[in-house]
């Protein structure tokens, strides 16, 4: 592991990040990592959203998962709730459409439609 | 027939099952011993575990806990691997203290799927799961890796998230630089 002192100064800087982002979440992100998702890519999709939060300095969205939301046939499925708004869920979110996804909707606040499950 | 193209997918899958069943700590086992031709792979958990009956059924396909669908897939799947692979599958639980599962494979068994994504199945499983702690614990030959997020969690302190992006960074970092150091000099 890298040294402590070093993960001292990530705390600092990550505490600071914090105080700037205020209280709560800008949004949430949730993947479905039933064994349907992990099939279907799943895991890679949810690598990709957190190395595109890295890349970007993102330090206000919750990335969590979650299991079998019962719409095996378009996993990868993610779902984004932005601010207040209804949570959406997005199909066939393959790695190739992550950075698209996280650009317009997580940053940019605008749902990507051609994407989304209609149920 | 098998819909994981790596052991690092079970281990996912796993690592859900046992979110699933309320787990909130998770002791991830990885010993790799190419001298005894032998992989073996193990997830203890402390979730709510299953009764014999259950127990006894959740190898079968046909059995799942699940209500958004009737099938479970992913256990029969691992078992079927692993004794494909000259190795063996156990599933153990107490009902209130929680369920071990393990699987060994021939190490060099041509059908024995290779680890994986290790790297970022953990993260995905340390960072998705902001409830549940991960001991990580991997062997390979006499060299040992233990990643453990009480460790981590304590030092950070309650109000920094994992989701941090330099905290993303560290964990991926960390657990990537460490995994390749474990293989390279066991090579």
Not at chain 1, 32 to 39: L, N, P, R, W, Y
Not at chain 1, 43 to 72: F, N, P, S, W
Not at chain 1, 105 to 113: K, Y
């Amino acid at each position: 592991m890298k040294s402590l002192e070093e993960l001292q100064k990530i705390k600092e800087r990550a505490l600071e990040r914090r105080r700037l982002a205020g209280e709560g979440s800008r949004a949430r992100v949730v993947v479905a990592m039933g064994t349907c998702g992990i099939a279907a890519g799943a895991r890679d999709t949810m690598t990709a959203i957190l190395g595109e939060l890295e890349k970007r300095q993102i330090a206000d969205v919750v990335v969590t998962q979650t299991g079998c939301v019962g719409l095996c046939e378009y996993e990868p499925i993610v779902q984004v709730q932005v601010g207040d708004q209804d949570m959406v869920t997005y199909g066939n979110i393959d790695t190739d459409r992550v950075s698209t996804l996280v650009e317009e909707h997580v940053v940019g606040g605008e749902p990507v439609e051609k994407w989304l499950v209609r149920k | 027939m098998t819909v994981f193209r790596d052991l690092s997918q079970h281990l996912m899958d796993i690592a859900e099952n046992s979110t699933t069943a309320g787990a909130t700590l998770l002791h991830i086992y990885i010993d790799e011993d190419p001298d005894a031709n032998r992989l073996s792979v193990e997830v203890r958990d402390n979730g709510r575990g299953m009764d014999p009956q259950m127990l006894l059924r959740v190898s079968d396909p046909w059995v799942t806990t699940r209500t958004t669908r009737k099938v479970g897939l992913g256990i029969p799947f691992l078992k079927q691997t692993a004794e494909m692979c000259g190795g063996d599958f156990q599933i153990t639980s107490v009902p209130g203290e929680g369920t071990a599962t393990r699987a060994a494979f021939e190490f060099d068994h041509i059908d024995r799927p290779p680890l994986g994504d290790l790297a970022g199945t953990l993260l995905c499983i340390i960072v998705g799961n902001p409830t549940l702690d991960v001991v990580y614990c991997h062997h390979v030959g006499p060299g040992e890796f233990v990643f453990d997020t009480r460790e981590l969690r304590e030092l950070l302190g309650p109000e920094v998230p994992l989701y941090d992006p330099e905290i993303l960074g560290f964990i991926r970092g960390t657990l990537t630089e460490e995994l390749m150091a474990l293989e390279s000099e066991a090579a």
